[in-house]
């Protein structure tokens, strides 16, 4: 199934985390607003 | 939400190309874009479901929405009606293609301070700007100042280099979207070298008034 049709909550909440850790470097817990922001967008 | 935005981006890019019908080629000073997060999340429909993911990790969405930093390529109705109308086309399916310049410093933020205005710089590609796609092989040189001669012929004595960067502008519902190429200008490192050894070798020419 291609990745970018899966747009549950669940596969929004994993790519998001997955840019936070991967593409940012960061984790949940010391990701400042600006951290989210670049992972949500 | 800007991979979501790629897949249409890339088959409206595609469809356009392959139809090979008229296109729609607007050329605007400005394209106040302003803050793309919600529109986007808006767009693709997501906006709810992003706000609760968020909600469960203890972050507000209206909070980082609010993170995010208004574009400055633009003062007001021109720019704001320029991507109005990019993204109605996205939305009918229109193919369309907006052409701007990417200001780095083109505003500056308005402060009063003891009842007078001061200007402070504009920094808000300061930070990295998620929704643009350099083009380092997008680019052109730009030909300035100079003089002309008898024959009416331009010399242009400096040059800057003009760099596209592309932003996808997704319509309603995310079917479609078109491109805004913004250009940046860049100074030509090798320009600036040479103006450097002019000015150190150059002797300074005599005041006009002795």
Not at chain 2, 21 to 35: A, M, N, P, Q
Not at chain 2, 54 to 60: A, C, H, I, T
Not at chain 2, 154 to 165: F, G, K, N
């Amino acid at each position: 199934m291609n990745v970018m049709n899966d747009l549950s909550a669940d596969a929004l909440r994993m790519r998001i985390t997955q840019h936070l850790t991967y593409t940012l470097g960061k984790d949940k817990t010391h990701a400042s607003l600006y951290d989210w922001r670049m992972a949500v967008s | 939400m800007r991979d979501f935005i790629i897949e249409p981006w890339f088959r409206a890019t595609r469809k356009t190309y392959e139809a090979q019908g008229k296109r729609v080629y607007y050329l605007s000073l400005e394209f106040l874009i302003g803050r793309i997060l919600g529109d986007a999340m808006m767009n693709l429909g997501l906006f709810e479901t992003v706000k609760d993911v968020l909600e469960q990790e203890g972050v507000s969405l209206s909070d980082v929405m609010e993170n995010e930093p208004d574009a400055a390529l633009g003062n007001g109705g021109l720019g704001r009606l320029a991507t109005c109308f990019l993204e109605s086309m996205s939305t009918l399916v229109c193919p369309a293609y907006g052409y701007g310049i990417c200001y780095e410093h083109g505003l500056f933020r308005q402060k009063f301070e003891s009842g007078r205005q001061v200007e402070h710089p504009e920094d808000w590609l300061n930070q990295p700007h998620p929704w643009e796609f350099e083009r380092p092989e997008a680019r052109y040189t730009i030909p300035f100042k100079g003089h002309v001669d008898a024959g009416f012929n331009w010399h242009p004595s400096e040059t800057v280099y003009a760099r596209a960067y592309d932003m996808p502008v997704v319509g309603w519902q995310g079917k479609w979207a078109n491109t805004c190429y913004a250009y940046g200008a860049h100074i030509r490192p090798s320009c600036l070298i040479w103006s450097v050894s002019i000015q150190a070798i150059t002797p300074l020419p005599p005041h006009p008034k002795r």
